[in-house]
């Protein structure tokens, strides 16, 4: 068999040629969409990916003032803290397990609509939190559903989408949790951290609300033998004036081939694991580029260095940023394509977080230095390094580096790396693998934020920005040697280069 990520290349593997002639569905499939029903059904599922991303940077600002409360109740030691901010994410890696049976389970689109019962629970416990056990479980309960959105929406909007528009939508979850992370920071300058929780109920009820009137998905329809109402979701999704046989006969064809569960024996075929594990270490370096524990101690980090700016102004800025850098990778995914996307992202990524670690390890250190979460209290080394006036603006760099490394982040690795984890998942496997691939995330993940203050306290902030640095170059290599391109590709020609073991589409 030949090898689908070494094969040779030559004529005889010119499987998609440019200049082939078209078939008889290409012109409605690789155009968008005229009918806009599409784009609505989207929105009203990402919702789920706003509510993700306001959970997760929950914490950067409430924090800071739990270490200030004056209820004993509520007051978090520096321990306290860390199991605050990254419990969340053991909460996503729970959530991405259960994911493995509810997307084939309930379908993808009920799916999303369950995790609105543990985030809807887990503001409420949050708003009216006495305890820091509650503060805990709350956001386990916001975590699980985040890691259970964060898998079944990425596959629901590639599986609705047409080729011409697949990266674009594909791009809206990481924009629309960007957008949640941005408001969370806005309205963290006005409200009260109870007041924010509460906030956090508003999009998981319209999400509620809109997605009832939504079709599932064509596929997971198909595959449970519901074909008559996989017809009426596909036709509602292009519009009664588009001819959608062509089209459906290729989404059945496709779950004819592939009508039963994936087996053991099926998961060692190189066409079944292969774009498993690329999804899986594609999601595994993208955590360890460090953006989780970046996002959820943003305030602090600022705190700990020498600012010009107040910290919660820095991170709202950072904010606004990313969701701009998710609006330009957006546009240009399917244009520019995803690999070149991720080549500028991770080049952009090592660049910010290797002068992130220089300015702290050899730069000016605060006047007062942050004692309330000790990210890095003292300098190493004995060196004594200058202290920053506030209107110096060498103060400036840790600002511009973090939004530079978080454009860099938003633009590639962010969204392209759950748009391709459901492109590239084999449809036989695509509830169970996207799972699996979300545990995989948030397990590593919570490992990161939860020893991430542990090696700032021991060794300094510089050194865990070195190694997300590392792990940038990492990812370089990976994207060269194992990523496929996948741009203007249909879900079933991405799933045939890999049962065929033909690459002439990579290029």
Not at 52 to 68: D, K, N, Q, R
Not at 199 to 226: D, H, T
Request: hydrophobic share 50%; net charge positive.
């Amino acid at each position: 068999m030949q090898e689908p990520l070494l094969g040779a290349e030559g004529p005889d593997y010119d499987t998609f040629p440019e200049k082939s002639s078209p078939s008889p569905g290409d012109r409605t499939r690789g155009r968008a969409p005229q009918n806009k029903r599409v784009f609505l059904a989207t929105f009203a599922a990402v919702l789920g990916n706003f509510s993700f991303g306001y959970a997760l940077v929950y914490t950067s600002p409430v924090i800071p003032a739990l270490e200030h409360s004056l209820d004993p109740d509520l007051k978090l030691t520096k321990a306290q803290a860390s199991w605050f901010g990254s419990v969340f994410t053991l909460g996503a890696a729970a959530g991405g397990l259960s994911a493995m049976v509810l997307n084939d389970l309930l379908g993808r689109k009920l799916s999303i609509m369950f995790s609105a019962v543990p985030s809807a629970a887990g503001y409420a416990l949050m708003a009216g939190a006495h305890g820091f056990w509650m503060l805990l479980l709350g956001r386990t309960l916001t975590g699980f559903a985040g890691g259970l959105t964060a898998a079944c929406i990425p596959v629901y909007v590639s599986e609705i989408a047409l080729p011409g528009v697949r990266g674009a939508l594909g791009a809206t979850p990481q924009l629309m949790a960007v957008f949640g992370s941005l408001s969370l920071y806005a309205l963290g300058l006005l409200l009260p951290w109870r007041w924010l929780a509460v906030a956090g109920e508003g999009p998981v009820l319209i999400m509620i609300l809109l997605l009832s009137f939504m079709p599932n998905s064509p596929r997971f329809l198909l595959s449970r033998g519901r074909d008559t109402e996989a017809l009426r979701a596909l036709a509602w999704l292009r519009g009664a004036d588009t001819d959608i046989r062509w089209e459906f006969e290729q989404i059945q064809d496709n779950v004819r081939r592939q009508s039963t569960h994936m087996s053991w024996a099926e998961a060692r075929n190189p066409h079944m694991y292969r774009p498993i594990l690329i999804a899986l270490v594609m999601r595994f370096l993208q955590q360890l580029m460090g953006i989780t524990p970046i996002l959820v101690y943003l305030q602090p980090i600022f705190e700990s260095t020498a600012i010009l700016l107040p910290p919660k102004d820095d991170a709202a800025i950072v904010g606004a940023v990313r969701l701009f850098s998710v609006l330009i990778a957006a546009l240009t995914m399917d244009l520019a394509g995803r690999k070149v996307l991720l080549f500028v992202s991770a080049t952009i990524m090592f660049a910010a977080n290797l002068t992130v670690g220089l300015y702290v390890h050899f730069g000016p250190k605060p006047l007062t230095p942050n004692s309330t979460m000790g990210l890095e209290s003292i300098p190493l080394g004995g060196t004594e390094q200058p202290l920053a006036t506030p209107s110096s603006y060498l103060t400036l760099v840790p600002l511009v580096a973090t939004m530079l490394f978080i454009t860099g982040y938003a633009m590639g690795w962010g969204p392209i790396t759950w748009l391709l984890m459901s492109e590239i998942l084999p449809l036989q496997a695509r509830g169970v693998a996207s799972g699996l691939c979300v545990l995989v995330s948030w397990l590593t993940a919570f490992a990161l934020t939860k020893s991430f203050l542990l090696v700032v306290n021991a060794f300094g902030l510089h050194v865990p920005f070195f190694f997300f640095a590392a792990i940038c170059l990492a990812s370089l290599v990976f994207t060269g040697c194992c990523v496929p391109e996948t741009k203007g590709r249909s879900l079933e020609q991405i799933e045939s280069f890999f049962r065929t073991g033909r690459r002439s589409f990579l290029h």
